[in-house]
């Protein structure tokens, strides 16, 4: 069993880990099922397009590795710190995939990320101090919904060509959802409407600024 103060350190490193070393995944990056030879070049505009997409999406995982290691840091429950751990590592491969595509892309990730990651463990930390375990994993549950329904969005917003993107943002969806239903199955509870409206609204802030930034 991990004390309180080796618990604080392992978040310290994993938010440097996160902000400053290229993250390190433990799947594959999923790839298109159209072969090499038969996929379209993708136009400047294309590129351009899909390397916004895609930092935003990056940003959605380095707010989910905050989020992630602040409720694991809160909850006193070592089974669902093991959960929240678990999660989180499945979100670094979301985190690998999106700044690998970046790269092919020739596109950057948000000059914002430390601002980002601050903002998400402050929202994590508060979650779990203020509403425990329960609350704690509802707030997972609206998370990870909320976020599979931007990626869906972003589906259909990715170049039809870009199927390199598309794979990925596929993957990523599945897992969403699958860390919801887990959560769910925890025992998260539905938060009010209030702070459901509130995580929209900073979610919408976040990705409209990412896009450019």
């Known amino acids: 069993m991990l004390s309180p103060t080796d618990r604080l350190l392992a978040a310290a490193d994993g938010a440097l880990r996160t ?43 380095v707010c989910a590795q905050a989020l992630y ?38 596109a950057r990730t948000s000059l914002l990320n430390p601002l980002w990651y601050a903002g998400a463990f402050g929202i994590g930390v508060l979650a779990g101090k203020l509403g425990g375990d329960r609350l704690n994993l509802g707030f997972v549950v609206e998370t990870e919904r909320q976020v599979e329904a931007h990626l869906a ?14 794979a990925i943002v596929a993957e990523m969806k599945k897992d969403e959802a699958r860390h919801a239903d887990n959560a769910r199955a925890a025992g998260g509870v539905d938060l009010p409407l209030p702070v459901r409206g509130l995580m929209r609204l900073a979610a919408r802030v976040m990705t409209t600024t990412a896009h450019y930034v």
């Open 19 to 61: 902000l400053c070393a290229p993250p390190q995944a433990a799947r594959p990056t999923p790839q298109p099922g159209v072969p090499p030879e038969a996929q379209v070049a993708l136009s400047d505009a294309e590129r351009q397009l899909s390397g916004a997409l895609m930092r935003v999406n990056h940003v959605g995982e």
């Open 69 to 106: 290691t602040a409720q694991a840091l809160m909850t006193r429950d070592p089974a669902l710190r093991q959960q929240l751990d678990t999660a989180a590592r499945e979100e670094t491969d979301h985190l690998a995939w999106t700044h690998e595509r970046l790269g092919e892309l020739g």
């Open 153 to 166: 969005r972003h589906l259909d917003r990715l170049p039809a060509a870009d199927a390199a993107s598309r």
